[in-house]
């Protein structure tokens, strides 16, 4: 064979490797590039069923914290919120007020009109007592006719005001059941927290001075009833 088909050949070897090493590079990268994308796409659903699993979790917080007739906080979710507001206290050196509020004839309520009735009173009250708080200020059922509210970075020396609004709000908006309104009234009563303070002293001091203020009548307080001279 002569030289120069020698060279040609071996030329057009040389590019055929070069062309194979071309495409094996090319292959190579695609390859890269599609795992980089599958990997892409499997963080992007691990994310999304992290996200879910996370509003999952936050629903069923929720859910065990929330009462379910009133919508508001249950005793759980109020006490994780107080001793949140006390850890708070005790950095910052605010003060603010442990109230609970216990409905008034409630038992008549149920008696005369049923349980359906009773069940509409309270979340009534409780929507109420939602109305006129502030957003800081956390509102609960403890049970039954019993329900907490925490005033957060609240005065002191303006706590019988405050209460007393609520009380006056609490009779001036009464429940209109089948048409007829039925007048609401509750005892209210209140402890002060600090930078030092446990939980059970400040509900039992709330407690007692919501019983104290209930068997002394303060306020002219008047059982709930049905208001048969109302419009």
């Given at each position: 064979?002569?030289?120069?088909?020698?060279?040609?050949?071996?030329?057009?070897?040389?590019?055929?490797?070069?062309?194979?090493?071309?495409?094996?590079?090319?292959?190579?990268?695609?390859?890269?590039?599609?795992?980089?994308?599958?990997?892409?796409?499997?963080?992007?659903?691990?994310?999304?069923?992290?996200?879910?699993?996370?509003?999952?979790?936050?629903?069923?917080?929720?859910?065990?914290?929330?009462?379910?007739?009133?919508?508001?906080?249950?005793?759980?979710?109020?006490?994780?919120?107080?001793?949140?507001?006390?850890?708070?206290?005790?950095?910052?050196?605010?003060?603010?007020?442990?109230?609970?509020?216990?409905?008034?004839?409630?038992?008549?309520?149920?008696?005369?009109?049923?349980?359906?009735?009773?069940?509409?009173?309270?979340?009534?009250?409780?929507?109420?007592?939602?109305?006129?708080?502030?957003?800081?200020?956390?509102?609960?059922?403890?049970?039954?006719?019993?329900?907490?509210?925490?005033?957060?970075?609240?005065?002191?020396?303006?706590?019988?005001?405050?209460?007393?609004?609520?009380?006056?709000?609490?009779?001036?908006?009464?429940?209109?059941?089948?048409?007829?309104?039925?007048?609401?009234?509750?005892?209210?009563?209140?402890?002060?927290?600090?930078?030092k303070n446990d939980i059970s002293d400040l509900i039992s001091d709330a407690d007692k001075d919501m019983y104290k203020n209930k068997h002394a009548g303060r306020n002219n307080q008047k059982p709930a009833q049905t208001d048969h001279n109302a419009a």
């Amino acid at each position: 064979m002569e030289k120069s088909q020698i060279e040609f050949l071996t030329e057009l070897a040389e590019e055929f490797q070069q062309q194979t090493a071309i495409n094996n590079r090319a292959t190579e990268e695609s390859e890269q590039s599609d795992a980089l994308s599958t990997l892409v796409d499997l963080a992007r659903d691990m994310q999304a069923r992290l996200d879910q699993q996370q509003n999952r979790i936050r629903q069923l917080e929720l859910m065990v914290e929330t009462d379910e007739l009133t919508g508001l906080y249950n005793r759980r979710g109020f006490m994780r919120r107080t001793r949140e507001a006390l850890a708070r206290s005790a950095r910052s050196g605010e003060k603010g007020l442990m109230v609970i509020a216990d409905l008034d004839g409630f038992k008549q309520v149920n008696d005369e009109h049923g349980h359906a009735a009773g069940d509409a009173v309270l979340r009534h009250f409780g929507q109420n007592l939602r109305t006129h708080t502030r957003a800081d200020d956390f509102v609960a059922r403890f049970g039954g006719d019993e329900f907490a509210i925490l005033m957060t970075g609240s005065d002191p020396d303006a706590a019988e005001k405050r209460l007393k609004q609520l009380q006056q709000a609490t009779a001036r908006f009464p429940l209109i059941w089948h048409g007829t309104p039925l007048r609401i009234q509750a005892s209210f009563g209140f402890s002060v927290y600090t930078t030092k303070n446990d939980i059970s002293d400040l509900i039992s001091d709330a407690d007692k001075d919501m019983y104290k203020n209930k068997h002394a009548g303060r306020n002219n307080q008047k059982p709930a009833q049905t208001d048969h001279n109302a419009a």
